[in-house]
């Protein structure tokens, strides 16, 4: 675990445990991100397709990597048809202008 990571005081040891104080605890919103290695992606979908039915709420599991020039990507054929994709970009569309203090006029 990343020391600078925002849970890294949550989490109790190297395999990435959770402190049992935290885990009951109710969040609105959460987000894991980690890298793995692409000869990992079959257990990642074993994985989800397992917690799916221990998980009492909606989510999603969002991939983020690079295409190749004709924009294949190495896990096309992991995802099936009855899987959203997104096309390949990222847009941030800044909804919080405006918010800043030095930008709200009294």
């Known amino acids: 675990m990343v020391d600078h990571n925002p849970i ?15 885990l009951n605890e109710k969040v609105i919103s959460c987000v894991l991100e980690f890298i793995i290695p692409g000869s990992a992606t079959g257990k990642l979908m074993k994985m989800v397709e397992e917690l799916s039915t221990e998980v009492n709420t909606v989510f999603n599991v969002c991939v983020g990597l690079r295409t190749d020039d004709k924009g294949n990507s ?9 899987v959203f994709r997104l096309p390949n970009g990222k847009v ?9 203090p030095e930008r709200v006029s009294s």
Request: glycine share 10%; charged share 25%; proline share 6%.
């Open 74 to 82: 190495p896990l096309d054929k992991l995802f099936n048809t009855d």
């Open 8 to 22: 890294a005081a949550l989490v109790e040891d190297e395999n990435g445990s959770l402190d049992p104080e935290v």
């Open 92 to 100: 941030n569309i800044g909804l919080a202008t405006g918010i800043s």
